[in-house]
């Protein structure tokens, strides 16, 4: 079964953007969102939630937050899913035709997506406000420049375990990421024919995801038992190999350099603290216990300069991953920081 399938991810709905001007001057040729629609509009469009995924995700990884006596409940809220580009559904390296395909994609920013939604969430269901964007990661990232971008438009911004300017630490990371895909010979500049050639980057890349991913406790400890693992060699071929596996490089190489060219500030001339004045929505900021990505004291030095906003920290073993809810809590206390900023008043 194709990993970028509807088999294996649900079925998309699709916004055809046309030739789509980038805010690198470059135009991607009929360009297109993939997304996802849980419940009903309804008729003043008052009840819109969106909710855009996390690097190397597609919606159907949001869909676990969403049920009935749950906060994002559909029977409640129209929730949009929109797929970022080069997630392998919205145009991507890996199904975008010559002459821009695989390793001729043009780079892409988070603002390049964020335009492409707003289009989408005006355009074809006429939203002039979101009760809610929230997003993990590089969906924080998303989440950030549409509080920045379209303040007007958000009421309430949840960013969870995600930063509004890329770090240099973070920077870093990401590039050594790519490097270890693009270190397989077989990647060949991104023009390989088949994403399994790739499969000793791919090996590689999930070994760092391996080191950084989680915390230093979580290996001491060994919570990989608690999941049916074996040993730290079982927990890490099962597990983080087994993730990435299937997953076009490519696609996750342009979604890295998205994610380490992440910066509100490019709105203000460089200026953080005043991008993030620019916030009128009433924000949560979460981080996650022992994010080695996005480290607690990153977030809320962000926090800080945003009107109207709070911090909190969800405590998890998982560390950036306790938004793949795998432990004891992580579902209860992700739940309860979206449950209690949909009750505040914005």
Not at 74 to 89: D, E
């Amino acid at each position: 079964m194709t990993y970028y399938s509807e088999e294996t991810h649900g079925p998309h709905e699709i916004f055809e953007l046309g030739d789509y001007e980038l805010e690198s001057g470059a135009t991607l040729p009929s360009a297109r969102l993939a997304y996802k629609v849980h419940g009903t509009l309804n008729e003043d469009r008052s009840n819109a939630i969106l909710f855009p995924h996390m690097w190397s995700g597609t919606p159907k990884a949001m869909e676990m937050f969403l049920g009935e006596d749950r906060p994002l409940d559909p029977s409640r809220y129209f929730i949009i899913l929109p797929g970022q580009f080069a997630n392998g559904f919205s145009s991507s390296p890996s199904n975008t035709p010559p002459p821009l395909d695989g390793g001729n994609f043009p780079n892409v920013t988070i603002g390049d997506d964020v335009r492409a939604q707003h289009r989408l969430v005006t355009e074809r269901y006429g939203i002039e406000r979101l009760e809610l964007v929230l997003g993990w990661s590089m969906g924080a990232e998303q989440t950030y420049e549409w509080a920045v971008r379209y303040p007007d438009m958000v009421k309430r911004a949840l960013p969870f375990a995600g930063t509004a300017k890329t770090t240099p630490h973070d920077y870093l990371w990401v590039r050594a990421h790519e490097n270890a895909l693009k270190s397989d010979p077989a990647w060949d500049g991104g023009h390989y024919r088949d994403q399994a050639d790739v499969r000793d980057g791919l090996r590689r890349h999930a070994e760092l995801w391996s080191v950084m991913g989680l915390c230093p406790n979580f290996y001491k400890v060994e919570a990989w038992r608690g999941l049916g693992f074996t040993s730290l060699d079982d927990f890490v071929t099962r597990f983080w190999e087994a993730y990435f596996a299937p997953m076009d490089p490519n696609n996750l190489i342009w979604m890295g350099w998205k994610w380490r060219h992440g910066d509100v500030s490019l709105h203000t001339g460089g200026d953080l603290a005043a991008a993030l004045e620019r916030i009128t929505a009433r924000t949560l900021v979460v981080a996650f216990s022992g994010d080695m990505f996005f480290p607690p004291e990153d977030l809320m030095a962000e926090q800080r300069l945003i009107r109207n906003s709070q911090f909190r920290i969800v405590d998890s073993l998982w560390a950036h991953f306790a938004m793949f809810c795998l432990g004891q809590t992580d579902r209860e206390q992700i739940d309860a920081c979206i449950r209690d900023l949909l009750k505040e008043p914005a």
